[in-house]
């Protein structure tokens, strides 16, 4: 089983650069996120889709864009990365609605991202 | 804003002793979901336990159980007969039973290490 899969799980940038994180599911859910990990501060929520054709922003979404490309995928764009980017990067997904809405979050394997 | 907290950055035991770590939260919500999810060195998020608020009765799965004290919003968790597997940071995470809410809110983490 699949779950959820990020790549690419390491990157290296410059300062300026853009880059693209991708993530996708094939356990059907409606609801995909995009945490940032730092040490000290726990998993901080960068932006949200809660289903198809709609994005939201989180607690810390400066910097960052996402699109929801269909139910499956879910990415998030650096356009112009700067040092304090530099983070561990989770994609997750939930159920969403209905009786089968535990409120889990079924997590990535996470991507480190190091901005120079 | 809800917020959790976990006070003990880092918690050291020998193997087969039980430990406890701490997690309070803070809610105007009446229902709610609780989690405590692990993150191993490989860096991959795991569900531990989760709790319902409206349900009294603490949550276990095998080695680990809860102690969900709802007035004082306080949800600890308990491992028992601790193993070297079980080394790893881990994260009390919070999220609403209301429509409209998606955001799982984490804690700072624990780091626990568990010593031959």
């Known amino acids: 089983n699949a779950g959820v899969t990020q790549t690419p799980k390491f990157q290296v940038l410059k300062t300026g650069q853009s880059m693209t994180l991708q993530c996708a599911q094939d356990?059907?859910?409606?609801?995909m996120y995009w945490y940032r990990q730092d040490p000290g501060m726990g998993l901080r929520l960068i932006y949200y889709?809660?289903?198809?054709?709609?994005?939201d922003k989180g607690e810390v979404p400066n910097g960052y864009n996402v699109s929801r490309l269909n139910k499956r995928e879910f990415s998030l764009r650096l356009e112009s990365a700067a040092p304090s980017q530099t983070s561990v990067y989770f994609c997750?997904?939930?159920?969403?609605?209905?009786?089968?809405?535990?409120?889990?979050?079924?997590f990535g394997e996470g991507s480190r991202l190091t901005v120079l | 804003a809800q917020t959790v907290t976990q006070s003990q950055p880092e918690m050291s035991v020998q193997e087969a002793e039980t430990v406890t770590l701490s997690c309070t939260y803070d809610t105007s919500e009446n229902n709610y979901y609780l989690f405590w999810y692990k993150q191993p060195p490989s860096r991959q998020m795991i569900l531990v336990i989760r709790?319902?608020?409206?349900?009294?009765q603490n949550a276990t799965e095998n080695r680990f159980s809860v102690n969900f004290q709802k007035a004082a919003k306080s949800f600890s968790l308990k491992i028992s007969d601790s193993q070297l597997g079980d080394t790893a940071m881990y994260f009390c995470?919070?999220?609403?039973?209301?429509?409209?809410?998606?955001?799982?809110?984490f804690g700072q983490g624990t780091r626990l290490t568990i010593n031959p």
């Open positions: 356990m059907n859910h409606n609801s």
């Open positions: 995470a919070f999220r609403p039973i209301i429509q409209g809410a998606q955001k799982l809110v």
């Open positions: 709790q319902e608020a409206y349900k009294q």
């Open positions: 889709s809660a289903s198809e054709g709609t994005t």
């Open positions: 997750a997904s939930k159920r969403g609605r209905g009786l089968q809405n535990t409120g889990e979050l079924f």
